[in-house]
């Protein structure tokens, strides 16, 4: 068999162009009759949707007086609230060597970030002895933890 070249157009800079189909042209408004979008320019009427930027804010009821404002306000949100990440006891055989901390939890995979505060609870059952260093603990996972010959340290 002969060797066939096929005729392959050279592609440069000057003979880039996007695929057919691609790429739509941008909507000309205003433009005449002809265009399908003249006078107008496809927003109907006259009328506060009609005018450029005109558009009411989320919940406004037409004057009336919105439901946010008709609704009475109850309680505040404490911004000084520490939210701890809960641990259990069963996650703490991800964590290799005999020392737990915020550090090693990261490290197992545990925690996302070091830096969160976290709380040990006690659900589950701990099979080795482990020292916990810089979590909280609650009294059941304090008790499992030292029951198995680990300790709390603050």
Same mark, same amino acid.
């Given at each position: 068999?002969?060797d066939?070249? &096929?005729d392959v157009?050279?592609?440069?800079l000057s003979?880039?162009?996007?695929?057919?189909?691609?790429?739509?042209?941008?909507?000309?408004?205003?433009?005449?009759?002809?265009?399908?979008l003249?006078?107008?320019?496809?927003?109907g009427?006259k009328?506060q949707?009609?005018?450029?930027?005109g558009?009411?804010?989320?919940?406004f009821?037409?004057? &009336?007086m919105?439901? !946010?404002?008709r609704?009475p306000?109850?309680?505040?949100?404490?911004?000084?609230k520490v939210? !701890?990440?809960?641990?259990n006891?069963r996650?703490?055989?991800r964590?290799?060597?005999d020392?737990v901390?915020?550090?090693?939890? &990261?490290?197992a995979?545990?925690?996302?970030r070091?830096?969160?505060?976290?709380?040990?609870?006690?659900?589950?059952e701990?099979?080795r002895?482990?020292?916990?260093?810089?979590?909280?603990?609650?009294?059941?996972?304090? =008790?499992?933890?030292e =029951?198995?010959?680990?300790?709390?340290?603050?």
């Open positions: 068999m002969a066939k070249k &096929q157009e050279r592609i440069t003979t880039l162009r996007p695929v057919p189909g691609s790429h739509r042209s941008r909507k000309r408004v205003g433009r005449g009759p002809g265009s399908g003249g006078k107008t320019s496809g927003k009427q009328g949707k009609a005018r450029s930027g558009n009411t804010n989320t919940g009821e037409g004057g &009336q919105p439901m !946010y404002r609704l306000k109850r309680g505040f949100t404490n911004p000084f939210t !701890y990440l809960a641990v006891l996650d703490l055989d964590v290799v060597g020392e901390s915020p550090d090693s939890l &990261q490290a995979g545990i925690l996302r070091a830096t969160d505060p976290v709380k040990l609870l006690g659900h589950g701990i099979g002895a482990l020292v916990v260093k810089g979590l909280h603990a609650s009294a059941s996972a304090r =008790a499992k933890i =029951a198995a010959g680990g300790r709390v340290e603050p």
